[in-house]
């Protein structure tokens, strides 16, 4: 029976696998022992519901019904309190091993998800009925005018020992059968995470298996991430993106960690409509980034938003994408969207390498020049063609970046005015890290700085 009729049938027995000393060997009281136990066996059905009445006028949980129905409560109890007496009395077990009933009162209380506290309180409640029974019995033995304290305190400590054995019984066998039901479930869960992400979800019962074992929506707000495994980077990034409000889940795949984020609910300021703004506009999105890049160091290519569990393949795709135009190592994180032009290059040197030499292969062959020319396009392309927003991040004065991008201009043959030669810059400059040119080949990122003195800009500029 559950945990009560274990409270109240459960003598000490030996631990599985040790061995069993009945009570009813100790002293002189066996007799009167065996005598007890025989007694109350041939009533055991009427204890039997006198500890489950007990049990659920004190547990709501058993009270309810559910998980454990009051029938299933009554047979594991009456088996817990055949056994209990008689290993009390020392009587020959009918049932084989005297533990049996706590234990399997454990395992299943585990499998049904009852509470431990529950089941030792409901043991609790049995031992206490047991030992009222015992205790009238006890009563009526030693005669209406005769004191039956001594007696009754006699048994009683046989019977307390009773049932701390047989509670450590039950509380090992639940502690073992929850460890087993966890592997189990962690098992399942893997198995299903792992479906999502292979795409296997377009079942809509494997979608909605992955959900229940995963405890989120079917259908919400989610992204994959694809980790690097840095050596400095810890080994999964769930603990920061949850310190942030965000489930995760990640398993390592082919020396890379994948995990599915839940972003939080967007929330749209009243009378404005929601709008398909990008990724990287999104709030949300913004503080994952920043928890993948402060918090864990890692790095990181993102995907997309998504509505369903089962669009997680084609979004682990794409977060593999994004993680190849990252620099390995590099700690950086980033959306798809905002890596497109990187995600198409990147599979396709032949392409890159025409667009540099197209673009900017005249600025490439310029030797001593090239770091600073591509160091200063870039600058002024990132800052909307602005030579003095560009002075300031380069620490130069403006006419420096003014000179610098006519060169550009003079040696591309093209005008900086043209939008057609801004956008093939801007490409080719992203297409530099793919066109298999050679690290010297990349422009370097410009370092922001403090913005130069009067003096030195003139001095910069002349």
Known sequence: MTHSSATAGEPGGARSGGTHTPLSGAGGSGALRRSLATAMLADVDRLTDRAVDDIRAHSGTYASGAPVTREDLWEICRDNLLRALEDFGGLAPTGGDFEWAARETGRRRAEQGVPLDTVLQAYRRGGRVLWQVMAEHLRIRAGRGTDSRDLELDMASGVWETIDRYSVAMADAYRIAQLELQSRQDTRRVALFEALLDGRADDPAVASAAAAALGVPAVDRYVVVVAAQDPAAPPHP??????????????????????????????????????????????????????????????????????????????????????????????????????LAQVLLSGRTDIAERIVTVHLGPVLATGGERAALLTTLRAWLDHGCSASRAAEQLYCHRNTVLNRIGRIAELTGRSSESGDARLGWALALRALPYAGLGPEAVAPEPAAGPAPTAPDREADGT
């Open 238 to 339: 769930a603990p920061a993106l949850e310190a942030q409000g965000m489930w995760s889940f990640w398993r390592p795949r082919s020396g890379r960690y994948a995990g599915i984020v839940r972003l939080p609910r967007r929330v749209t300021p009243a009378g404005r409509p929601a709008t398909a703004a990008g990724c990287g506009a999104d709030p949300a999105v913004r503080t994952l980034l920043a928890a993948l890049r402060e918090r864990t160091g890692a790095t990181a290519g993102v995907s997309p938003e998504f509505e369903r569990l089962s669009q997680a393949g084609r979004a682990l795709r794409l977060a593999e994408q994004t993680l190849r135009t990252l620099p390995a190592g590099s700690g950086e994180a980033a959306v798809f969207d905002d890596r």
